[in-house]
């Protein structure tokens, strides 16, 4: 299972606490669990990626083992720790400050 | 017993807040949604309990919520508000051609008769429509593709589609406003629209009494007079007695004539209010007192209001959509500041006091009459 960690506000909206898991069949990609993400929370769909360009938005990253990962393609394959369920994916928002 | 339910969309939430026909005890829930900026919340006319809230952030977009238990409990639905067709571009703020671009929802309008029928009025400026309780959003295009669309320019705040009026009588004749493109009104329910701007004169533009680019901040319709409607216009306050065809300046004596809401009394079509702003460079009231006018003239002649709200250091402002008036008699006035407090008056705007004093900046403020 593929895990994933959303910021508190999405995880507010999903209803969920902690990481969520999703099964997302090979290869993993962002795109794929991304896919599978909204597919099993559809009310977070739109508030990752645009509802029309598919891209993802700008003020939220993606970081996996250590490494930011947001500027890769999105049907480039994660890291065989996020495939495997060993490390998460997460899903970061932009620091706010003042 | 009457009672009143306010709705308060702040820029860190949404709050309920209800009271009896009195209105001198108010008990205040949320927030809801805490962190997101709640543009607008409203609750439908056919279905009371039935209310739709637009959440957005910058870091997660858009979000549409819908309470079938006045707010008790939430439920999100629709959020895809794509543009029906090419984009094409409009004027961005330096004069140059920008695509349209969805940000955000500013305004809900349910349907005075179908609880699952809501307009939606966006930003980059379009009209959309849902009537399967927000599931699902269609735009209502024509309004977008109008030839004037290339020339519609952003206000500081965006380009923004903030105000719906239906005409109680002719479903199929609306009014929206745009900032900066100005009034437009369609008399097929959407399938065509006309700009409606002529005696508005804007000395901020190239050509002070153009077509279209005039930033108007709210327009008002008493439902007994569908063909009268009254403006806050970036400056001046107008009116028009032809449904649009034609406005005349009624600022008279105000202080300022630059605001951002305006609303008619509930019962006296001629009774109006405005909240005057020193300018559009400074925001705030004149003087650092928060005075709401009166006109019981349908303009030109103004009472400043003062009766419990600050006469000295105030220097909040009063958002375009952050005023309602309830359906008591006498009516209820509502309106909430940048400051955080929500004021209200039992008495047509006689007396004032604060309802709630320190919530996030608010943004909108809609009220339900309910038996």
């Known amino acids: 299972m593929i895990r994933v960690v959303l910021p508190a506000h999405l995880r507010t909206l999903a209803h969920v606490n902690g990481e969520v898991t999703l099964a997302v069949s090979a290869p993993v990609t962002q795109r794929s669990v991304l896919d599978a993400l909204e597919g099993k929370y559809p009310m977070l769909a739109g508030t990752i990626r645009d509802h029309v360009s598919r891209q993802r938005r700008a003020f939220l990253r993606l970081y996996a083992c250590g490494e930011d990962l947001s500027h890769e393609s999105p049907d480039a394959p994660l890291p065989e720790a996020v495939a495997s369920g060993a490390e998460p994916l997460l899903i970061v928002g932009a620091m706010a400050g003042g | 017993m009457s009672r009143v339910r306010v709705l308060v969309g702040t820029r860190k939430g949404a709050f ?35 209310l739709y809230a637009s959440q957005s952030s910058a870091w997660f977009g858009q979000v549409i919520q819908r309470s079938d238990d006045a707010g008790k409990t939430w439920e ?13 571009t409009h004027l ?32 980059d400026a379009a009209l959309f429509r849902t009537t399967d309780g927000g599931r699902s959003w269609h735009e209502l295009p024509a309004l977008r593709t109008h030839e004037s669309g ?48 002529k005696g508005l004169v804007s000395e901020q533009i190239p050509n002070p009494t153009a077509e279209v680019g005039h930033c108007v901040h709210r327009v008002a319709m008493h439902r007994t007079r569908p063909d009268t409607l009254f403006m806050q216009k970036h400056w001046d306050v107008m009116r028009s007695d032809d449904a649009g065809e034609t406005w005349r300046e009624v600022s008279g004596n105000l202080p300022t004539d630059f605001g951002f809401p305006i609303d008619v009394h ?29 006109s019981r003239t349908g303009g030109h002649e103004w009472e400043a209001l003062t009766n419990g709200l600050p006469q ?52 909108s403020v809609e009220v339900q009459t309910l038996s």
Not at chain 2, 20 to 37: L, Q
């Open chain 2, 16 to 50: 309920v807040i209800t009271g009896d026909g009195k209105r001198d005890r108010w008990d205040v829930s949320g927030p809801y949604f805490g962190g997101w900026e709640i543009y607008h919340l409203k609750g439908s006319p056919a279905n009371p309990d039935r």
């Open chain 2, 92 to 123: 961005w703020y330096d004069g140059t051609p920008h695509p349209w671009d969805f940000a955000r929802v500013w305004h809900l309008e349910p349907s005075a008769t179908d609880p699952d029928t809501v307009l939606a009025g966006v930003e």
């Open chain 2, 150 to 197: 290339k020339l519609w320019q952003p206000g500081a705040g965006g380009m923004c589609l903030h105000t719906i009026v239906v005409d109680p009588a002719k479903p199929e004749r609306m009014f929206i406003a745009i900032s900066a493109a100005g009034v437009f009104r369609t008399d097929d329910g959407g399938q065509s629209w006309r700009p409606m701007n």
């Open chain 2, 266 to 294: 509930a019962h006296e079509p001629e009774t109006i209010y405005v909240v005057p702003i020193k300018s559009d460079s400074e925001h705030y009231p004149p003087d650092g007192k928060l005075r709401v006018y009166r």
């Open chain 2, 76 to 88: 999100s639905v629709g959020n895809k508000f794509a543009y029906d067709g090419p984009t094409g």
């Open chain 2, 312 to 363: 000295s250091h105030c220097y909040v402002n009063v958002l375009r959509d952050a005023m309602a008036i309830d359906a008591l008699d006498p009516c209820g006035i509502y309106f909430g500041t940048t400051g955080g407090q929500v004021y209200g008056s039992a008495d047509g705007g006689d007396h004032w006091a604060p309802i709630v004093r320190d919530l996030p900046s608010v943004v």
